[in-house]
């Protein structure tokens, strides 16, 4: 692995092998040894807000014995000035052995990653995908489960611009789970994930209407916010949010052996009465982020190897006379990439942006 800058960039082995390598992480962070990254230098380039991604990740390379550099709050940096993002990689890899980056243009992880020279991980782009956030999701399924195949899990809350179930459904369909989805109208699967779901990975998911009616029979629930930053103005927040809550009352017509996950900050979607209910592994789930973060950075620096298996088959990409119809879409703003599109399927066809997977549209 180089770049991680969607989920589909590892293959499930090497998801597998990833695991093992947190796990080993555990005792590192525990025992403070070894430095397996001594003398590295991890850059985070976030534009858009973090606690867990950033924190953690720098957290990561400390604990791995590097050291870190970067900004948070985008507006101290040359970004003010209009720098491009193709630039800035083109500087940062030079300042830098691997980058973290966080974005709120969709495809802008992967603008990073063709200019840089060293390797670059999506912390997070638009509604796009979160990759790393995605491993830890299934860090913490595979160890307290003890499998991913075959388990029944529902994704709750906002599924049209939380980047976090885009990316964790594509990864639960390859292990062959089961999705079940739980949404606010007008917040459901985007049609280009259902797509991909549905031709690349052969999977068809569920809907339900009322959590009361599936939380007997999941073994995770993954509950998330409603994207309050990202609502275009034709949603109101008010008549969204609010509607899905998991509570006491709830749980108890949950199994013994489930467990609630949430990629964090939580606003109103977990009721505080839970956070000490057996099944509440949320907090658990966000500190397993550093074991995994580490994991990634040592892979990616190419200080632990892993085998490399790629995915069958793996993607193929073409130009055509085409633009992105994502208005968030970073080629959409960055005026000198050129439009490229991945081919899901030949028959019947189907084509989806290589920056953020959405839908070509004839350019105008
Ligand atoms: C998520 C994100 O940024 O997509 N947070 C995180 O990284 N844990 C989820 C969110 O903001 O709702």
Redesign the pocket.
Known sequence: MRDLIVIDDLSNQEIEHIFRIADDMANVISTGSPKLCGGKILATLFYEP?T??RLSFESAMIRLGGSVIGFAEPNSSSVAKGETLADTARVVSEYADIIVIRHPLAGAARVMADYSETPVING?DGSHQ?PT?TLYDLYTINKHLGRISGLKVGLCGDLKF???VHSLSYALARFGAEIICISPKGLELPDHVLQRLEIKYKHKVTYSDKLEDVIGDIDVLYM??I?KERLPDDIDYNSVAGKFIINKELMAKAKNQMIILH???RVDEIAYELDNDQRAFYFRQSAYGVRVRMAITAVALDVLKIPSTGLEPSARFVSVKKRCVNPRCVTNHEHYLAHKFEVISDLPPLLACAYCGEKPVDET
């Open positions: 973090s867990r991604t997070g979160h956030q939380g980047r976090t998330t916010r994207q990629p964090l900050p």
